[in-house]
């Protein structure tokens, strides 16, 4: 699927957080938005995903405005995984995936072989096998959020917006959660993504947009984007970036005595 922003402004009770921002996003690509907190990128999704209504501007899904667009259809073709997702019941991990069917489904409809298909195969790309009849409070953090990127799998979406999917989670959990997203971005998936961890987005997006104060300050290529000035401008620190020439990726290191040396003055 494609995405285009066009001047979009949002708002919370008058304070403006998004202002003027356009962004493309190309078919069958991850872009990475980076920015630091309060830069805008959870508002941004959601305004993407048609969660908000903009203030002002337009989101086009594949070239139709989202307002035109029915919500039954969007829910089938954008799925979403958000920073902070939890269950209320205790709910099986096959049956929080199977969540994931509902909006291809009319009221009262039964699973079809074509629903319980997609949802084995969300548990399988997301390696959940082991976990099925386990319930989901049960499980660990990364656990769970394996279960609700499979919840979002299940939906076999044209688009995956993904709000900070491996905060806080241990680094084998980040690989594992990035490792499947990218397996599934190659076979045609549109994916738009924030990530706090700018290493992160530099190994697995295709581009990144660095956000800042509402809008889109640069979207290019991760070296491209994350360079020492770029990053020091939004985000006040300084680093080091390494080219890897053979991985064909940047690497970057905070400049631990620049703080040593403020904390000192």
């Known amino acids: 699927m494609k995405v285009k922003v066009d001047g979009l402004r949002f708002s919370y009770n008058g304070k403006s957080v998004l202002k003027d921002l356009d962004l493309p996003v190309r078919e069958g690509e991850f872009l990475g938005l980076v920015g630091p907190n309060g830069s805008g990128k959870t508002t941004l999704l959601k305004n993407i995903g048609g969660v908000l209504e903009p203030d002002n501007g337009t989101v086009y899904l594949d070239g139709e405005e989202i307002p035109r667009i029915p919500i039954k259809e969007i829910a089938t073709k954008v799925a979403a995984l958000q920073q902070e997702t939890t269950v209320g019941f205790d709910f099986t991990v096959r049956e929080v995936v199977e969540m994931g069917r509902f909006p291809h489904l009319d009221r009262f409809e039964r699973h079809s072989d074509g629903d319980l298909r997609a949802v084995e195969r969300a548990i399988d790309v997301t390696d ?69 961890d700018l290493n992160l987005a530099a190994q697995y997006a295709d581009r990144v947009a660095l956000l800042c104060d509402g809008s889109v300050k640069i979207i290019g290529d991760p070296p491209e984007v994350l360079t020492r000035e770029n990053i020091a401008e939004v985000f006040g620190v300084e680093v080091e970036v390494e080219n890897s020439e053979a991985k064909g990726t940047i690497h970057i290191f905070p400049k631990t005595d620049s703080f040593r040396t403020r904390e000192v003055k």
């Open 128 to 196: 959940l096998r082991d976990f099925t009849d386990r319930y989901v409070n049960q499980l660990s953090g990364g656990e769970k959020q394996r279960v609700f990127l499979a919840l979002a799998l299940a939906q076999e979406p044209d688009l995956l917006l993904l709000d900070e999917p491996t905060a806080s989670l241990d680094i084998n959990y980040q690989i594992k959660i990035m490792e499947t997203v990218k397996s599934l971005q190659s076979e045609g998936l549109t994916v738009v993504a924030a990530i706090h």
